[in-house]
Every structure is written in C-alpha cells, then in structure tokens.
C-alpha cells in the first residue's frame, strides 16, 4: 500500500476554510484515497474519499491532483467542532484482505 | 443503528489480573480490527479477522488473544495485564471491497 506524508499539525481561524494537504506521491492507479477524522477520545471517523475526480459532500471536500500524488481536504468554514486529528489513507479499489493503516494524522486545531 | 460497540468504556486492572474487550457490529461486515492508541500516536494493529472463523496478527499482538465468536462479535483478551498495556483500545469493522471502516468509541484501559 502507497505510503501518506502529512504535516504534523494545522491551525485555522474558525468560520475559514480548513486546506489540510496529504502527498502520496507512490500512490497506484488501483487505490483509493481516504480522510478520517479523529476528535479527542472518539473513534475515527469517515470524512470522505476519492480515486480521480474531486469529491464533495455534507462535511469537506476533496482536491486531488491530476497526477494523483497528493491531495487535499477542504473544511470550508471551520468551527471549533472541528478540532481533531485528520488521517489521510489509501486503500485499494478492490478490498480483499485490505487493512486500514493509520499513521499520526495532522492535528488541527481551529481557535476563535 | 448502533455501528460497533465497545464494551466496557473504562477499566482499571491490577497488574496480572485479565480480562476481555468486547466488541460487536450490526452492519453485517465480515472483517473486524482491534488497534491501541497511546498518548501522541496513530493506530497500531493488535489483530484482525477477516471473515467468521478466521484470525491474524497485527502489528503489535504480544500479549493479547483475540476469539471471533461470531459474524458480529470479536473479542480482545489480555491473559496477563501489564503495565505497557495502558492504552485506549478501538475495534473496527469493514465489509471487504466496500467504503469506510466504522470504529467504536474506545476503551479506556488502565493497568497499574
């Protein structure tokens, strides 16, 4: 499995958007990439995913790069909710005995 | 629809004393995880099972057993609580070549 580098933490001022960046610059063209959110003393949490194409839904968006080797995760109007630890991953399209590897994440932190 | 749940969500051992995480699903997925977190870290696999019947290691199973009693349930066992065993515990599930994996919100396991 291709391998993620993001940076270790992030801050943002609330009611901004949130470009938290993920380079998987060994990424094949038979893997997904994922973001999971980890807010302090939960479970992670799905965010979103995406192979190509940008991706959007009710909680961020997702920027990849045409060449697929890094992406970005967009909160566009971060609040104080959103303070947590965002893990980038990626994973096969076809599951299989696929793991989730979760590695330290990017801490953000999003101040008044 | 509960997701996984873990129980219990606290617990404080003596060291040498054992006991069982449990954990159970109600999404019908065939493949079950358990990680530890420590302070500062990602997750770290401790086993996993694929589908009913099957078991495997992870990263870190020293000192752990895990039983897949069933499709829905998958238990972590420690025979012989140590101290280095002080962590928060998750366990996952994912249905193999679908979306996200679901996590539980953790126990909280203490061993003095």
């Known amino acids: 499995d291709a391998k993620t580098t993001q940076p270790t933490s992030m801050d943002c001022a609330e009611g901004r958007a949130a470009n938290l960046p993920c380079n998987h610059s060994t990424i094949s063209g038979n893997e997904y990439v994922y973001w999971y959110r980890q807010i302090h003393s939960q479970g992670p949490q799905y965010i979103i995913h995406g192979l190509k194409n940008n991706e959007t839904n009710e909680m961020a968006s997702l920027i990849i790069t045409e060449d697929r080797k890094s992406s970005t995760l967009i909160l566009p109007h971060a609040t104080l909710r959103d303070t947590a630890v965002y893990y980038c991953i990626v994973r096969p399209v076809s599951g299989g005995s696929y793991i989730p590897t979760f590695g330290r994440g990017t801490s953000l932190i999003v101040h008044p | 629809n509960a997701g996984v749940t873990q129980t219990p969500k606290f617990q404080v051992l003596k060291t040498g004393q054992s006991m069982t995480l449990q954990c159970a699903q109600d999404?019908?997925?065939?493949?079950m995880y358990w990680y530890r977190q420590d302070p500062g870290m990602g997750l770290r696999l401790i086993y996993y099972s694929a589908s009913e019947g099957t078991t495997d290691k992870g990263e870190v199973p020293n000192g752990y057993n895990v039983s897949r009693l069933n499709k829905r349930e998958f238990s972590l066992r420690l025979e012989s609580a140590a101290p280095s065993q002080t962590s928060v515990y998750f366990c996952?599930?994912?249905?193999?070549?679908?979306?996200?994996?679901?996590f539980g919100q953790g126990t909280r396991l203490t061993v003095v």
């Open positions: 996952a599930s994912s249905e193999p070549g679908r979306t996200e994996a679901f």
């Open positions: 999404m019908n997925h065939n493949s």
